[in-house]
């Protein structure tokens, strides 16, 4: 596809033009000349085969890395010239990877998105702040985590205290990689339901979403990137992207893709 398919539509958050990105020890290609742009209000999964390059577009968009030629602008700045502390402050970044302390109670840890810490910095969490985080719980529906630790807590239940830390800054862009690892079916589709209300509630917040497994798209997402060999195959509107012939070319083995009330599912029936 020539464009994001996006129509025009709200303002642009992300947008990588020729981004390259290249390991300086070895020369080896990562990315190569990718094209995307996202949109306030869109909400993309990025698709493709292990080591296709998926991380890494997070990362630049991200603000934690910086490509080898190209460019990468974000929230209207062109990284290189502004100082990405700032600019990740204004970025929601949840990872199952992320280092928290598995005995700080549900509540400690969404405060601890106010500071961006690890650590609770507790001079920094007035009343005001406090609550906001107690609100945040609460939008999540999971608002009787507040006082369990961290590290008793399930998957889905960790993975939506991470998505309310990540909403303590009030982020125009939420960036989520691979939020649905391990996670048994229920604590899937309560995650999944998680992600559709907060499209519903926060209308101007733009998500990006890397998964492996269209059956963990919700209902909200509007649009996907499918790479492969750190190249862009196809992008824009999921109805447009989402299709056997794209998702075979993508995986590179025939796979068939349906889609039942908003909610995606792929199969595939062998090698081609």
């Known amino acids: 596809m020539d464009d994001n398919g996006t129509g025009g539509g709200g303002r642009i958050v992300a947008a990588l033009d020729g981004a390259s990105m290249r390991r300086y020890t070895t020369g080896q290609v990562i990315l190569d000349g990718i094209d995307w742009s996202v949109r306030s209000g869109e909400h993309w999964a990025l698709l493709g085969p292990n080591g296709a390059g998926k ?4 990362r630049l968009v991200g603000a934690t890395t910086f490509p080898t030629t190209g460019t990468v602008e974000v929230l209207g700045h062109r990284l290189g010239s502004v100082d990405v502390r700032e600019l990740r402050a204004h970025i929601g970044h949840v990872s199952t990877s992320q280092r928290v302390p598995q005995d700080l109670p549900g509540h400690t840890v969404v405060l601890t998105g106010h500071t961006g810490t690890v650590q609770p910095l507790w001079k920094s969490y007035d009343s005001d702040v406090r609550e906001r985080a107690h609100e945040l719980l609460a939008e999540l529906q999971i608002k009787d985590l507040a006082d369990r630790e961290y590290g008793v807590c399930s998957g889905g239940q960790r993975a939506r205290i991470l998505i309310a830390r990540a909403l303590m800054a009030n982020p125009s862009l939420l960036l989520l990689d691979e939020p649905f690892n391990a996670l048994d079916l229920p604590s899937r589709e309560d995650l999944i339901d998680t992600m559709r209300q907060l499209a519903v509630n926060r209308p101007e917040l733009a998500t990006v979403t ?28 999921v109805d447009e992207v989402l299709n056997a012939e794209r998702m075979t070319a993508c995986f590179g083995r025939p796979i068939e893709v349906t889609r039942h009330e908003g909610r995606w599912l792929a199969r595939s029936g062998g090698h081609p």
């Not at 997402?221 to 992008?235: D, W």
């Open 55 to 58: 991380t890494s577009i997070l």
């Open 210 to 237: 890397v998964t492996h497994h269209l059956e963990e798209l919700s209902p909200a997402i509007s649009h996907a990137l499918l790479l492969r060999e750190g190249r862009v195959l196809a992008r824009g509107h």
